[in-house]
């Protein structure tokens, strides 16, 4: 297996390097960003390296590489990135995690990420640059296009069809076979039970505060004890 470079210097390519560090096989030997970004000479004990002099000092005959961004611009800058990696002749490796459980007939495709913990059913078909973070579940017979997201205790019902870059924020929820469209952000706590359009956004309301101050509450909670 060839050493890995990894493109990004921020809290997801934090998150990444920690997994392969402790839960792979696979070194990560150096982090590359786009010139204008880089951190310094080095960043989390690793050599840093223009993404425009990647080739020069780390080149796609001798490493892999992972983009590890976030879902900025609904995944698309990291799904960029990922466009240009391939260009240059990088091949692009998944990560999944040895304790994710992942079914044995579970397709991906490449720059994946997928935790441990996650929920996923037989039957799944996933997309190139699809991110899953612990507790997320995908039912069975879904397919999940390219480049989404789903965020910690996002869950998609059995027979779910997600188009490209699509953003499922935490306890998300998508019912039975829904179709959700392709550059969609599903926010925090929402519940989408139709099938949507493209480019569709759907909000849940937060909770709104008390009445009364936390102080005042106790208060009112220890008299309704007795």
């Known amino acids: 297996m ?3 470079v990894l493109f990004g210097c921020g809290k997801i390519a934090e ?4 997994f392969f560090r402790h839960h792979s096989e696979r070194e990560v030997v150096a982090c590359c960003v786009d010139r204008a970004f880089l951190p310094g000479e080095q960043w989390l004990g690793l050599p840093t390296v223009a993404f425009e002099d990647v080739v020069e000092r780390y080149p796609p005959q001798t490493h892999d590489l992972f983009v590890a961004l976030g ?3 609904l995944n ?3 799904a960029s990135k ?16 040895p304790e994710a459980g992942l079914p044995q007939d579970c397709v991906h495709g490449d720059n994946c990420f997928i935790m441990n913990q996650v929920l996923v059913h037989p039957c799944v078909r996933l997309g190139d640059n699809v991110f899953i ?3 997320a579940l995908v039912g069975h017979h879904s397919t999940v296009g390219s480049n989404c997201w789903l965020t910690s205790g996002a869950k998609l019902s059995g027979s779910v069809s997600v188009g490209e870059n699509t953003f499922f ?15 969609c952000f599903v926010g925090a706590n929402a519940l989408v039970i139709r099938s949507t359009e ?12 008390f009445r009364l101050n936390s102080q005042q509450f106790l208060r009112m909670s220890r008299i309704a004890e007795q």
Do not use: M
Not at 83 to 88: I, K, N, P, V, W
Not at 169 to 181: C, E, H, L, R, Y
Not at 199 to 206: L, T
């Open 2 to 4: 060839k050493p890995i």
């Open 15 to 18: 998150v990444l390097l920690y």
């Open 71 to 73: 879902y900025q611009d």
């Open 76 to 78: 698309g800058l990291r």
């Open 82 to 97: 990922c466009a240009q990696a391939r260009a240059l002749g990088y091949v692009l490796p998944s990560f999944v995690h």
């Open 133 to 135: 973070w612990s507790g």
């Open 169 to 183: 924020a935490v306890n998300s929820t998508v019912g039975p076979s829904v179709q959700i469209g392709a550059g």
């Open 198 to 209: 493209d480019n569709q956004v759907f909000v849940a309301e937060g909770s709104k505060p």
